[in-house]
């Protein structure tokens, strides 16, 4: 509802307005202040921004945005003027992480800030987003006649030839989910690990054409690019002997404020190239994987079929006899008697085993057609598990107006990558997702 009434707002003239001409600022470089609107609700501060020309364009992506809590500072003054909204400018926050994207380098860009009404005698003020950080847009002691009027600029105009690409990120139950805006179109991302038939980066893209006509979405305009082997350098915030202000540093490549101390170590990575798939390629090789996965269980269904009509059992036997005997002689010679006793025992152990082999064709039968029904399964399994990726892989396809497409792409996995990018073009434009 605040960007309905603001809108409002913006196109209804207003009798309580005065324009001004900025006389003095000091901002970080290449940020420019054109005009200042001190409207009856509001006070409209009107910006214009470029790019560097430099080397550093190749290195990383070139964004910009502005935080939620970025306020205005009147001296003499305890007051925040609060930010309220912004046009043609993201604002980023803790829940939803939003910024500007470019490019080129050498790309211009504008857009206005909406702040809470500046008192009527105000002449100077500062625009601060966090003094904690020396790459945030804090902008000191803008300076401005009251007396001195100039023609008010009408914001749609002034934006007119600087569209927004913005890129985003929020949480979906611990997801981050990406998207870029541009021209009437919404391209969303999640990128996720997928351990199938290989081991591959599966990044689900949707597009949604809020155009007025259609447009094409072509796998062939699918590239991505790896990156690896970080190289960690120690940056050093600027001295104020380097630097009047440490907070008017270059800003060419923002960071997450929330994250950055003021002395940070800058990642350096190396990029290469990546294997990305196309439908038949992932196709031919899922169709390759599952013939072996096939081949070794219809050996293994085979094994145990041959050999399920066949039963044997083995019968273990000992036993063990005693015998005991004895004997008694008597005699008489000579008169003189005598007598013997003899006393004997013998013992007999025995082993042995016995191994009966049985086969049953019922068994053989019913394991037989176990094997096959398994191996049906099976098949009919890797069946659908193909149809599913036929369904879901991105292919060539017309996107009518209010309509949205959605699939998925495999990157190949790379234990050396420590980031990926990946881009899509669109009707010419390249709309690219950072993981």
Known sequence: MRYFIFSILLTVPFLASAQHKPMTYEAPPRMNISQIDNREYSTLVFFDYTVPEDSTWNQSHQWINFGNKTYIAVPGSQKKYKMLSTVNMPIDSEAEHKMMLFDRPGQRHQFVL???KLPEDCSSFDIVEDLTHPQAFNIRNVSFNPTDSVPSVNVDDFIADYPLKEYGQYYVNGTVVSYVKYNGIIVNSVANFLDQYGKYVCINISVQNFRDRSILF????????????PKKKQVKTKSSKELDDPIYADRSVRRNKKDAPSEYDETITIPFEV?????????????KKQQWQSFWAALGEGLAAANAGYSSSTTTYSGSSRTNANAHAYSNVGGVYGYANAYGSSYTTAYGQSHTTNYNGLAAYAANQQATANMAELSYSQ??????????YVKMHT????????????VKYNKKMQGLTYTIVIDGEPYTFYS
């Open 218 to 229: 072509n796998p062939a305009n699918l590239s991505a690019i790896g990156y690896r082997n």
């Open 399 to 410: 996107i009518p107006a209010e309509t949205e497409y959605s699939g998925f792409f495999n």
């Open 114 to 116: 909406e702040f809470e």
């Open 383 to 392: 069946n659908q598990i193909r149809q599913q990726i036929g369904d879901g």
């Open 275 to 287: 294997e990305l798939l196309s439908y038949d390629e992932y196709d031919r090789i899922v169709r």
